[in-house]
């Protein structure tokens, strides 16, 4: 046997113990609920994809962070081409068909396409799955992380922007989140905009530069544009963005007034209109919502309204994103199906909760009752009454050896087991339980009847 | 953009819809809520683990069921010997030093290995999570799969294997499962066995042959002993296993005969024993437990118990299975590290559920109400009412496009909605709204007050 190193964690991934796993529950819980509230079904699809479905979507950058699984048994036996051996993009593709599911979107098109004839349209689906990317580990990003999706494929009404954009304040206000923006745009604002400068060919270039306007400022912003070759009096057609103030309405006007020769970029505004009353005749205010005409959500597939909402509080990025996408259907064969989705980031939500206090002070997923064990007799004496406890649907467990007292409760201490049930000799010839309240250290003498009233009435 | 393929499932993996995502949940949940009841606590591990820690605990066989990941980037940049490109097997550990997680005990013992000085020992930990291997996809045999485990590690009391014998009764009898039967051996009485024929340094040999005895038989089992090289006058040493009638009691009293020489082997019988008597403290009868002297579960880290549970309704294997495993946790550098371990299969219970019938006839998870979407002013009273009704715990949709009225129904339909809400001129007027029952295709008017009375009370 080959020597071992220590084991460890593979890098930029975690474990998650107990009380992890009780807040991350609470938070896919919550979305779980929002999404099945507004008529969306679970789908889960299985971590490998075909290296050919995963690729052609997510952009070069995107593509090198795909982790690639090598085929099964002599991987190199199809290797057809020797020299490849000098190039390790050429060996590639003959080495391995298989990658691990980057987003939960390009599943949802492989899906759709698969069973297209068989689903019903609008086809509404909620995912919650992880999802894996070979990024370089540093702090809050991970190489496994979850998401939790919900997405409609087969309409074009922008109803279900509103209801997206619902779905967002009804999953924020149940984790107790009032502090939070929706930055919204449209893409057909953007290549509005980028047509009028005269470089209509160029909007992903033009979306990548502006969408680090947040991070690194307007003058960085322009400074790139001018060394990519934008023309300065271009700029000058796109720079009345930085400048919008106001209420949404007055935004809106805004871009009207600028993209008046565009027909392309004033669709994008009536679209954003259209959505917007749509969310007012459900009774939100648009007070969280913060028309962002740079918001490009990078170079991606989204086709028409993008979003992305950033809580006050904390400043760790979005907490979730979305939009409209309408050709990455085709790339799956499926013409004329257009979709629109919202993704909740787990991991941001959950360091926003913990730094906001909001996560309910629930007791851990933890044992309540201990028994003690300190003989045969008290063991034998444990075992029938433990069942009786558990029925009532109590977490019980006996401690396993009759090990010295003492140890028996301090491992009921670390573990924050609130009850422990001794049986000495004492108890034994009284027929009774001695009950210990671990909080307060009181102990009780107790009948059977008496201990299991009194501990499944807790 | 290169030409895309019709994109396609892997093979071996599957995708699940909602209706088999509310079963999946049903097994789950109850296995879940009955670890917990025995004070196991959850834990997750990622995906990805080094190939030093999954390496080495598998055999040969299974290690070549790891799906291997290759490294990031320029993976070839680490070779450091060329001529590994005529040998697979020499180029893997150079390009590939991380895989899936094969099962879940590997990674409890990288977990515990890594966190033992702040965990509290015996540590119970249960853990429901996919594990991949990359074996030949058949009917029933995946390369995805989840697996619920619940272990111990930390103490050699066998009042763990009476818990866990119980725990399997537990979950059987809540999902309805009656009539199942749990084999149970030591591998000290194997081992007894083997040292008695005088071929003790081939006991892995001889469980590897045994152990197929319920698929080929005794004779065949046989000829592939002698085939082996097992001598004839050392199979008529074990062959008495074949001819075990009887209780419990009897089976391991006729046992201790055969065994009489082998200390081993009698530390065996009496373990079982031990058990067996706590079992039955807990009120269980053994009617669903037999002894099994053939049961080895094949070359596997068993050094204690083992023990496999089929159901005899139907043929399909068995549906949990564990023992327990001390040298294993040495392979992580923890010494004195017992461990015991119960996992369930949820792929097999699964098919076992819906061949009974054993599953609940739940509605599927799907909408309860869909409003329909006839004209824009409808459409703005819909999107007033719809947040009470979901605010009401309902799941509500609205149909996205004002699309003719029979389209609309029969979506709804189509997804077994069982209640549509129609907003029609003549309802505009009177303020009221259509209630259809989708199931007897009754339709009533209703206020909005009345309406969600109606629905929120139904």
């Not at 290296?51 to 593509?63: K, Q, V």
């Not at 006050?312 to 996408?325: E, F, H, L, N, P």
């Not at 050709?327 to 004329?336: D, K, M």
Request: glycine share 8%.
């Amino acid at each position: 046997m080959q020597e071992k190193k220590l084991p460890q964690l593979v890098k930029g991934t975690r474990d998650f113990d107990a009380a992890q796993i009780l807040k991350r529950s609470y938070l896919f819980d919550h979305i779980r609920q929002v999404y099945q509230s507004y008529g969306f079904t679970p789908l889960e699809t299985p971590a490998l994809e075909y290296i050919s479905t995963l690729l052609g979507n997510y952009g070069t950058d995107g593509e090198q962070l795909i982790f690639r699984i090598l085929n099964s048994g002599d991987f190199l036996a199809e290797v057809t081409d020797p020299t490849a051996y000098t190039n390790y993009k050429a060996l590639l593709p003959q080495i391995a068909d298989k990658g691990l599911r980057y987003d939960l979107t390009v599943p949802l098109m492989r899906y759709v396409a698969t069973h297209h004839h068989e689903l019903v349209f609008p086809f509404k689906r909620y995912q919650i799955q992880p999802v894996w990317r070979a990024d370089r580990p540093q702090k809050g990003r991970y190489r496994e992380f979850y998401q939790c999706d919900a997405d409609v494929v087969g309409t074009s009404s922008l109803l279900i922007e509103a209801e997206i954009l619902s779905m967002v304040h009804e999953v924020l206000a149940r984790l107790g989140i009032t502090q939070f923006t929706i930055g919204l745009n449209h893409r057909a604002i953007l290549n509005g905009i980028v047509t009028l400068m005269g470089e209509g060919d160029r909007v992903n270039e033009f979306c990548i530069v502006i969408d680090k306007l947040d991070k690194v400022g307007k003058e960085k912003v322009i400074q790139e544009l001018i060394t990519k070759g934008f023309a300065s009096t271009a700029l000058e057609k796109f720079s009345f963005i930085f400048d919008l103030q106001g209420s949404n309405q007055h935004k809106l006007q805004q871009l009207s007034e600028h993209l008046a020769d565009s027909d392309l970029g004033l669709q994008g505004v009536q679209e954003i209109q259209q959505i917007l009353r749509r969310v007012d005749a459900m009774g939100i205010s648009d007070k969280n919502i913060s028309i962002e005409p740079s918001l490009a959500r990078g170079l991606s597939y989204y086709t028409g309204t993008v979003f992305e909402v950033k809580l006050q509080a904390v400043d760790i990025g979005s907490v979730a994103g979305g939009g409209r996408y309408d050709n990455f259907a085709a790339a799956f064969g499926l013409t004329e199906m257009t979709g629109v989705g919202l993704s909740f980031g787990v991991d941001r939500l959950y360091v926003a909760m913990e730094s906001l206090g909001l996560f309910p002070q629930e007791t851990c997923i933890s044992t309540q009752v201990m028994v003690t064990n300190l003989d045969e007799e008290a063991e034998k004496i444990a075992l029938s009454i433990i069942p009786q406890l558990r029925k009532n649907g109590l977490s019980v467990e006996l401690y396993p050896e009759p090990a010295n007292l003492k140890k028996q409760l301090s491992y009921a201490n670390k573990k924050l087991i609130p009850f422990v049930v001794m049986i000495g000799e004492e108890e034994k010839q009284a027929d009774q339980f001695r009950l210990k309240d671990m909080h307060t250290g009181a102990q009780t003498l107790h009948t059977q009847q008496e201990l299991i009233s009194f501990l499944c009435g807790a």
